[in-house]
């Protein structure tokens, strides 16, 4: 079995975003860039399945800038066979990455695809399910837990209350919630390894795939901000102002 | 224009996000379709029918739609929307994994969790877990839609829709559905709860959190956790709220020894009233709150308890 794995650049979630002063987008000069969270529980999740005899191969792809790289090293650090890098200076919004992972998926005749549910940059959550969609292949969003079997695979999902379990048939897309898993640390040694492991580079015009979108961002604003309010000297303060001011008891 | 509210529900009962996403559909007309996907949901139907400014329920009864799985629904929805302006649903987590399958078949590309509409095609949404906000515009011929059920109010009762039924069907043996587990909790669910009250590392164990307990039981609140009490151990991580948590906006969130690192401030910053409770004078979460009670925990949850 085949695996792949598609990870996003983001800034890393513990940095504090600010917003460009023109408002345009997202200020990434000097921030600090990780690999998604949730890609990381794919990757995690990917090579689990390999080690346990599952898959054959763990391949690894990103969309974006040669910077991405460092991304999908990481990833062969953790543990993964060989990288892609889909390099693109434009940003690909959820349909054109979709459509470009299709194309691979077909290529390489991938049998799973292990995406994070979101990325923590555009909180879209729309890749996996869109990809699943263009490929005709069942979906298992939002996993915990995943069990390959004999041509299938059992998918436990968060669900809104609770959990729901889906058995998906192979070839299938499934994404990746928050207990899927721990990922791991790479190794002083794997990181070295990694250095040695493949990583192809195609454009998006080799592929075949136009990177568009006919959704636009206009603005981007920090949020309203909170101010601090006030420091209340006891418990029957805090009821009384809650009761009282606030009205939420 | 024409808009279409794809309804969530159980088969038995319309879910309440389902009322919050017509009324967003209702700030881009003044009518709305509902399309009620399922097997045996009559009585469901018969609640859509009745919500104001509804003028059409679309009904598709059929034992191929029992557990509303993607694979059988996004094409339905897809056919039926594909003659429609607008498509909606709620950003639940069935709304979540459906909608982006409906825009891919309709090869249009999605707007994910609004927070605001400005026009037929401009819309508001928060990126970066809410530390910033997005004003986007959808070119799409049909704009697919989810939207964050806090941002809305409910739509009220009072409506007398037509009711239409399709026998647009799919059969599909991509996926199947091996069950469900859901919480039996007398708890509400964390994201759909009008107070939560947090623990974080301040807890010092898992035991400890029967104190929230205690007060989330008189105040009929969610329990929620930092990643900090997370990663120690102290509760499972389907509790935590944050940035790569839960996303939550209460009527009241209660912090309760937690720091407030920005990753924790995320996932909770857009709650009504902020309520910290911490020992540390210094703890960043007093900066975001709006009443801060610096005291030791163990001594005022007991209190608050037996004054609530």
Redesign the interface.
């Known amino acids: 079995m085949k695996i792949l794995v598609p990870i996003k650049r983001v800034v890393d979630a513990y940095v504090k975003v600010r917003v460009k002063s023109d408002n345009s987008g997202i200020e990434l000069t000097n921030t600090k860039m990780s690999i998604n969270p949730f890609c990381e529980i794919a990757v995690e999740e990917a090579i689990r399945l390999k080690e346990q005899g599952k898959a054959d191969e763990v391949i690894v792809v990103s969309i974006g800038t040669s910077a991405s790289r460092e991304q999908i090293r990481t990833a062969l650090a953790l543990g993964a066979d060989r990288g892609i890098l889909v390099e693109t200076e434009l940003e690909a919004r959820p349909l054109s990455v979709a459509k470009i992972l299709k194309v691979l998926v077909e290529k390489e005749g991938i049998d799973l695809v292990i995406l994070g549910k979101q990325s923590i940059d555009s909180d879209n959550n729309q890749v996996g399910q869109m990809l699943a969609a263009l490929t005709g292949f069942p979906q298992g969003t939002f996993a915990c837990k995943v069990e390959v079997d004999n041509g299938s695979i059992v998918v436990t999902r968060e669900i809104d209350g609770g959990e729901q379990t889906v058995s998906l048939k192979l070839p299938a897309v499934v994404t990746t919630d928050l207990r899927l898993n721990e990922p791991r640390y790479a190794s002083l040694p794997n990181i070295m390894k990694a250095k040695k492991k493949p990583i192809d580079i195609v454009s998006p015009e080799e592929i075949g795939v136009v990177v568009e979108s006919k959704i636009k961002t206009l603005r981007v604003e920090a949020p309203p901000q909170r101010t601090a309010g006030i420091i209340v000297a006891s418990v029957d303060e805090l009821i009384a102002k809650l009761k009282s001011e606030a009205r939420v008891i | 224009m024409k808009v279409l509210i794809v309804a969530e529900h159980d088969n038995s009962s319309l879910k309440a996000c389902t009322l919050n996403t017509v009324a967003a559909g209702l700030k881009l007309h003044d009518q709305v379709d509902v399309l009620v996907a399922g097997s045996d949901c009559q009585q469901v139907v018969d609640q859509a029918a009745v919500i104001q400014g509804v003028d059409k329920v679309i009904v598709a009864d059929n034992p191929a739609n029992a557990h509303q799985?993607?694979?059988a629904i996004?094409p339905l929805v897809a056919h039926i929307g594909k003659d429609y302006s607008h498509i909606l649903a709620p950003a639940?987590?069935?709304g979540?994994?459906?909608?982006?399958?409906?825009?891919?078949?309709l090869?249009?590309?999605?707007?994910?969790?609004i927070i605001d509409i400005k026009s037929s095609d401009?819309f508001v949404?928060?990126?970066?877990?809410?530390?910033?906000?997005?004003?986007?515009?959808?070119?799409?011929a049909i704009k697919v839609i989810t939207v964050r059920m806090t941002a809305f109010d409910e739509a009220a009762e009072g409506g007398n829709a037509e009711v239409v039924s399709s026998d647009f069907v799919v059969n599909q043996?991509?996926?199947?559905?091996?069950?469900?587990?859901?919480?039996v909790s007398e708890r509400p669910?964390l994201?759909?709860a009008t107070?939560v009250i947090s623990g974080g590392r301040g807890m010092q164990n898992g035991e400890n959190f029967v104190l929230l307990e205690k007060i989330a039981d008189k105040?009929g609140a969610a329990i929620g956790a930092s990643r900090a009490a997370v990663d120690a151990g102290f509760v499972?991580?389907?509790m935590?709220v944050g940035?790569?948590?839960k996303i939550v906006a209460p009527?009241?969130y209660i912090a309760v020894g937690i720091s407030g690192?920005?990753?924790h401030l995320a996932g909770m910053?857009?709650s009504?009233?902020?309520?910290a409770i911490n020992k540390d004078?210094d703890a960043p979460i007093?900066?975001?709150?709006?009443?801060?009670?610096?005291?030791d925990l163990f001594q005022?949850l007991p209190?608050?308890e037996s004054?609530?």
């Open positions: 799985l993607p694979e996004a639940s987590t069935t979540k994994n459906l909608m982006p399958r409906v825009a891919a078949l090869d249009v590309g999605q707007v994910s969790d401009t949404r928060p990126i970066y877990a809410g530390n910033a906000i997005a004003t986007v515009l959808s070119e799409e043996e991509l996926s199947t559905f091996v069950g469900e587990d859901l919480s669910e994201t759909a107070v105040l499972p991580n389907d935590q940035q790569t948590g009527e009241l690192a920005i990753q910053k857009e009504r009233v902020i309520v004078p007093f900066q975001v709150a709006d009443y801060g009670l610096v005291a005022a209190e608050l004054k609530l």
